[in-house]
RNA sequence: GACCCUAUCGUCCAGCGGUUAGGACACUGCCCUUUCACGGCGGUAACACGGGUUCGAAUCCCGUUAGGGUCGCCA
């Protein structure tokens, strides 16, 4: 084997499967498919599943569901395979039987009640982190440290052991991970030594915690990527908004695509504080994204969405002037159905306090009437042509263009906020947009 | 309780010995505007506290306080 091959990066996610996918998992995922991705290497998934009662092939199937929808592929995995599986530890036990034997020849090991200890070195250990740098941890006093149990008395393996056996195995280089297992890892690197082997390189990251401060848990608003997926945000504004806690590329810089965090993100710059997680900039940051997104891009990401609300688009080639006009105003892609439901359905609802602030207005059903005769006479239908039509008309009557904006407003969409009025038309077409004139102006006040 | 980590606007991120302490979200004033957004120009708002070191400290050191994490036969 090439001497570089030995060198290649490899980095792992190892999610239990508990039914859902945290977001403090997901970024760390992203962090570790990061650093594999820049430097050539390999990114492998592996599901710790040896707590019997959470494995199931539903809360397996949410981790898969979930990082296929961020984009976070992976080279090796339970459902790809790869050199060095299985990958799901439930299927792994003799390979822990056989590092167990390892350990019981050197003399490390014990029995305590039918369970089996490690027998700690009592001997202080160093912890160098990419992340944290140098730290000391003493572990003299077995009151505070207790020797670690590595198998339960069924025969089943505990995390500790099974993790650090799992990443010799997999030939994992870097183990990137939350700071909650700082704590934890000089017992892994006890254990490494006492198995001969070279720990990997350890970068602990910080957490995310709640409004509140605290770790965020399942209670939390936005604290599984499914409420991302369901409320349509962009999966790149997703990736874009974890990274940027404790990390930042510099220059004030925020919005990134995935092509520049890739290329900017650094692992050493990560900073050591927690962060607390906030959906408000989350939500402002998913606008930013779909608003510089291709028009491709949203269609993509949107088109799901419309289809589960069964509007009745027709053809792409009908939808995509619709999304093209809403894409600059939307925040949710949940709400793009709500937004262009009235472009395709000729028995949209009216918003009763739209009607009485514009169409109930004295005068309004002259003005809309004027306004269909006026635009019945543009031939050619365009934006500009029905703006230059509709500013004419209001010079005509005498009125300001928003008393003509607004009921028209209301007449083609039932409600008072919307794309820009123009686009609609231009969408709606000349044939919609005046039978909807005809169809408001029963309701319009005189 | 022991050990580990952290400490800049309400929040996220800059800063890394000399800055009017910067940007973003949120809040807010004005402008732009057919609505809502977007955008533009402003505003409110921070170096936890106390000691050092230094000509000079948000930046370095120590302590205090506060917060977080770990100490499972959970992962």
């Known amino acids: 084997m090439p001497f570089s091959l030995l060198m290649t990066v490899r980095t792992r996610f190892a999610p239990s499967p508990t039914g859902y996918l945290h977001v403090g998992g997901v970024r760390t995922a992203l962090f570790n498919w990061l650093y594999a991705r820049q430097n050539g290497g390999s990114f492998i998934l592996r599901i710790e599943d040896t707590d019997e009662k959470r494995n199931t092939p539903e809360a397996n199937q949410v981790i898969f569901d979930g990082l296929k929808w961020l984009g976070l592929d992976w080279d090796e995995g339970p459902d790809k395979g790869g050199d060095f599986g299985p990958y799901r530890q439930s299927e792994r036990s003799d390979i822990y039987g056989k590092y167990l034997a390892r350990l019981e020849a050197s003399g490390h090991v014990y029995e305590d009640a039918g369970a089996i200890r490690f027998r700690s070195p009592r001997r202080p250990v160093v912890v160098e982190d990419i992340v944290c740098g140098r730290i000391e941890f003493d572990m003299s006093n077995p009151a505070t440290h207790p020797d670690m149990t590595i198998r339960r008395p069924d025969g089943s393996y505990i995390f500790h052991f099974v993790n650090v056996v799992d990443d010799i195995e997999m030939k994992l280089t870097h183990v990137i991970r939350g700071e909650d297992h700082l704590s934890n890892t000089p017992k892994h690197i006890e254990l490494y030594e006492a198995l001969g082997e070279k720990p990997p390189h350890f970068s602990h990251i910080p957490l995310i915690l709640n409004n509140e401060g605290k770790k965020l848990s399942k209670r ?82 949107a088109k799901p969405f419309v289809e589960k609300a069964g509007i009745a688009y027709g053809s792409d080639e009908a939808l995509l002037p619709a999304l093209a006009i809403v894409k600059p105003k939307v925040k949710h892609l949940c709400d793009v159905p709500d937004w262009i439901g009235y472009l395709f359905n000729e028995d949209f609802a009216f918003d009763p306090a739209a009607v009485d602030k514009s169409l109930k207005k004295p005068g309004a059903s002259g003005r809309i009437e004027a306004l269909g005769v006026a635009l019945k006479e543009v031939e050619d239908w365009t934006h500009a042509n029905v703006e230059a039509c509709l500013k004419a008309t209001a010079t005509t009557l005498g009125v300001k263009a928003g008393e003509l904006v607004h009921p028209a407003r209301v007449a083609v969409s039932g409600r008072s906020v919307g794309p820009g009025l123009y686009e609609m038309f231009e969408v709606l077409g000349k044939d919609r947009t005046l039978e909807r004139f005809d169809k408001a102006k029963a309701m319009a006040a005189d």
Request: hydrophobic content about 40%; aromatic content about 12%.
């Open 220 to 301: 939390d608003g936005g604290s599984s990527i499914s409420y991302f997926m369901e409320h349509g945000y962009a999966p790149e504004a997703v990736l874009n908004y974890l990274c940027l806690l404790g990390w930042s590329p510099g220059e004030n810089r925020e919005r990134l695509t995935m092509e520049e965090i890739r290329a900017l993100f650094d692992l050493k710059k990560i900073n050591r504080r927690n962060a607390i997680f906030d959906l408000d900039k989350c939500f402002w940051l998913n606008g930013q994204h779909l608003l510089s997104m291709s028009l491709a891009r949203f269609v993509e990401l």
